[in-house]
């Protein structure tokens, strides 16, 4: 009996026994304290969830509580605060939801006072406010963590020894050094080479002699002070609570957001992070995450312990250089060889790190929440490629495979070499050339500058299979009166937004296209509401700009158009519309081309959504340690399947199928006779259907047991009366588009008949 048999038949036992030997800290059962009075009547299990927060905070210095997108973080966390009766709360959060804080605070906890603080004007004035309720200040991280300019604050001198100029070894003429601007002393580094000023301006540094600083502030730059250094050094115990909203994005262990929520919770003694996605497939962000916001975890580790923590609860991998004769070094006198060796961070977290959270961590699903919300689907589209060759003399399909065969032997010779440097932008180029196949593609041999590849930009008059895909997916949803976000990755550089704006507006669709640059982050919201008031069909976005906060209810179609390779951003955007408020069906659709390295990417994200639950409480089949998520992982992978021409056994549908059984499965496992769950009835996952009713299904090509989003839009409407008659296997006389045209046009009539 292997260990997941073991696991499978003892599992009641089992789970008695860690419930004996580590007892929750809250039941709700067993609690009964009651609710303070709020302005909103919590849902569900957000009561317990409050409740268990409330106590936590009471307890421990760093409470956190990790709730699926949609259940409501924002009105637990001030009810929570609330019931544990502090009275001056400092929230952080991204900066387009500092607006959404303030409201929902002050529709939230009676007489409440809620301020969105900018400068420190602000945080001055709260110091001298008073009110009967709770003092509520909500920061964007920007704000917290942007300072102003600095450059090197230095003077330059003669470079003297023994009293005479130093000529310099060529030109012999004198030269200046950087002194300090107090002793006059040189800048030297350890080995007492003089610095330039490009070495002063990378970092803060101060004298060696006296100790002054060796920076200033650039007068020209903007005049601004960091927020979360003010508060540290000038309302140090003012606040009593700290609050940081999408606590995963300050995992990052240099990253200036992560530094400054960590002064702040520092500062305000108490914290409670709030996240929907805690774990970003490594050991090491956990540690800072907990390092920052749960102080009992210091006086085991040290800041600079990140090793020994990767050590006792991550994975790490030992690569050495194979003998291919490109040894580092020779001995002089015998065959010793040396071969690089290089040490590096894996995906996966040991079981036993769990230990540091559920102590003082709330975990909550939609399903607790809400009783009554409508089914959530996924599914995967894959469309065939163009192979009709246009003026250029080359096809959509013949383009790819050239591209492909050139990169192919490239990426070979790199990883041959134990190369990774060029990996991102070779497979970029495979990942973004079939959707940008109209701007045709270049790529450059990085040694010789020669052009390794060259394809022409091909037709922009035709209408590719993945577009018409997109456009048969509206007119469908349009017809049922359900408007379609559109996610796509590449708004940049390889920016594929304008020609989709143009052949959606073109088939008669109204369209609108939000940039970063265009909508800062505080204004996004408004600017959705706008457009759903003026009734657009499509929304087409980066999903970074949407994954966080913003409540998209109105959009319950959401289309994965190119599909964004982390676990973080695919759970967080996917999930915008699928939440409290939402009445009707949620569907999101995944695009991407049939036997091209999209779909393979596409497999791998999915493959590791059925572990990206883990530390919430869902173990699937592939446990903690496959959970990953960063792109150099699946940037390696996908460069791996293409030098070997690994051809994977299962379909991107049936891995996708696999990912939602095991969540539905481990649910059903998260069920505590304490707790009061809500029964629900499983959500069939059409991807499953459509992959077993094309399983035997003949296709020229390979991986072709798929299926396509007419074909699935033809089956559904055979469950119900249809208006034609038409057997499952005979195709549709017209493209769905002209048939959703045709079915409106009909009932325009109908309406102006009657």
């Excluded at 900066?95 to 409440?112: F, G, I, Q, Y």
């Excluded at 037709?459 to 993945?466: A, G, N, Q, T, W």
């Excluded at 708004?491 to 265009?518: C, N, P, Q, Y």
């Excluded at 779909?599 to 089949?621: H, I, M, N, R, T």
């Amino acid at each position: 009996m292997d260990l997941a048999e073991f696991i499978d038949t003892y599992r009641d036992a089992i789970a008695q026994r860690v419930v004996e030997s580590y007892p929750p800290r809250y039941r709700p059962s067993a609690c009964k304290r009651p609710l303070p009075h709020l302005l909103r009547t919590p849902l569900g299990a957000q009561v317990d969830a409050i409740r268990g927060a409330a106590l936590s905070l009471g307890e421990r210095r760093g409470t956190t509580v990790v709730g699926e997108m949609g259940t409501g973080k924002t009105f637990i966390a001030a009810s929570a605060a609330h019931l544990a009766g502090f009275r001056r709360i400092l929230v952080l959060c991204p900066p387009h939801l500092t607006r959404k804080w303030k409201r929902e605070v002050e529709e939230t906890v009676p007489d409440a006072r809620a301020a969105i603080v900018a400068s420190i004007t602000d945080l001055e004035r709260l110091r001298l406010s008073h009110g009967p309720g709770p003092l509520f200040a909500v920061m964007s991280r920007e704000r917290a963590k942007l300072s102003y300019r600095w450059l090197p604050a230095v003077v330059e001198r003669w470079a003297t020894a023994d009293g005479r100029l130093v000529r310099h070894e060529e030109t012999l003429e004198p030269f200046r050094v950087p002194c300090c601007p107090d002793c006059f002393e040189p800048i030297v580094d350890k080995d007492g080479l003089p610095l330039t000023l490009n070495d002063l301006g990378r970092r803060k540094r101060t004298c060696d002699e006296c100790g002054s600083a060796l920076w200033k502030a650039d007068r020209s730059g903007p005049k601004r002070y960091p927020l979360a250094d003010y508060v540290k050094h000038r309302l140090r115990g003012f606040f009593d609570l700290f609050i940081g909203d999408e606590a995963h994005e300050y995992k990052g262990r240099g990253s200036a957001q992560g530094i400054a929520a960590g002064i702040l919770a520092d500062a305000c003694g108490k914290s409670l992070s709030l996240s929907g996605t805690l774990m970003g497939g490594y050991s090491s962000t956990l540690f800072h995450l907990l390092y920052r916001f749960s102080p009992e975890i210091r006086g085991e580790f040290g800041r600079g312990e990140e090793s020994r923590w990767i050590e006792r609860y991550g994975f790490v991998e030992h690569t050495i250089g194979r003998d291919d004769g490109e040894s580092l070094e020779d001995g002089r006198t015998s065959r010793r060889r040396k071969y690089r060796k290089v040490i590096r961070e894996r995906p996966g977290l040991a079981p036993a790190a769990l230990f540091h959270l559920i102590g003082n961590s709330v975990f909550l699903r939609l399903s607790d929440v809400a009783a009554g919300l409508p089914p959530y689907e996924e599914r995967v589209l894959l469309s065939d490629m163009e192979t009709e060759e246009d003026g250029t003399g080359l096809s959509q399909r013949s383009a790819y495979d050239e591209l492909f065969g050139t990169l192919r032997k490239a990426l070979t010779e790199l990883l041959a070499k134990g190369s990774k440097r060029l990996l991102a932008t070779y497979l970029q180029t495979l990942l973004a050339y079939p959707d940008g196949c109209t701007r045709g593609e270049t790529v450059f041999d990085p040694e010789s500058e020669d052009v390794l590849v060259q394809v022409p930009p091909l037709s922009e008059e035709r209408l590719y299979p993945k577009e018409r895909a997109l456009v048969d997916l509206v007119a469908a949803e349009r017809l049922a009166g359900r408007r379609v976000l559109v996610y796509a990755t590449h708004t940049g550089t390889r920016d594929i937004t304008g020609r989709m704006e143009d052949f959606l507006s073109r088939h008669g669709f109204r369209v609108a296209v939000m940039k970063a640059d265009a909508v800062p982050p505080e204004r996004r919201e408004a600017w959705v509401a706008k457009r759903v008031e003026e009734g657009v069909d499509v929304l087409v976005c980066h999903p970074r700009l949407v994954q966080t906060g913003l409540d998209l209810v109105e959009f319950p179609t959401i289309c994965w158009y190119e599909t964004d390779y982390s676990v973080y951003t695919m759970r967080q955007a996917s999930r915008r519309s699928w939440r409290i408020g939402q009445r009707e069906p949620v569907q999101v659709v995944f695009m991407a081309y049939r036997n091209t390295l999209q779909a393979d990417a596409l497999k791998l994200v999915a493959q590791k959504l059925q572990s990206s639950l883990a530390v919430e409480g869902e173990l699937p089949e592939d446990g903690l340690a496959a959970y990953g998520d960063e792109g150099d992982d699946l940037m390696l992978a996908l460069a791996r399947k293409i030098v070997a021409g690994e051809e994977d056994a299962g379909s991107v549908e049936s891995v996708f199928a696999q990912a939602q059984q095991v969540a539905a499965e481990a649910e059903a496992l998260l069920v505590d006779e304490g707790w009061r769950a809500l029964e629900s009835d499983p959500v069939a996952v059409g991807a499953t259907a459509a992959a077993e009713s094309t399983a035997d299904a003949v296709d020229p090509e390979p991986q072709r047991s798929l299926f396509s989003w007419a074909e699935f839009l033809a089956d559904t409407a055979e469950e119900e009366p249809p208006p034609r008659g038409r057997r499952r296997d005979e195709a549709p006389t017209l493209s769905l588009f002209d048939w959703a045209l045709e079915r409106e046009r009909e009932g325009v009539l109908a309406g102006a008949a009657g």
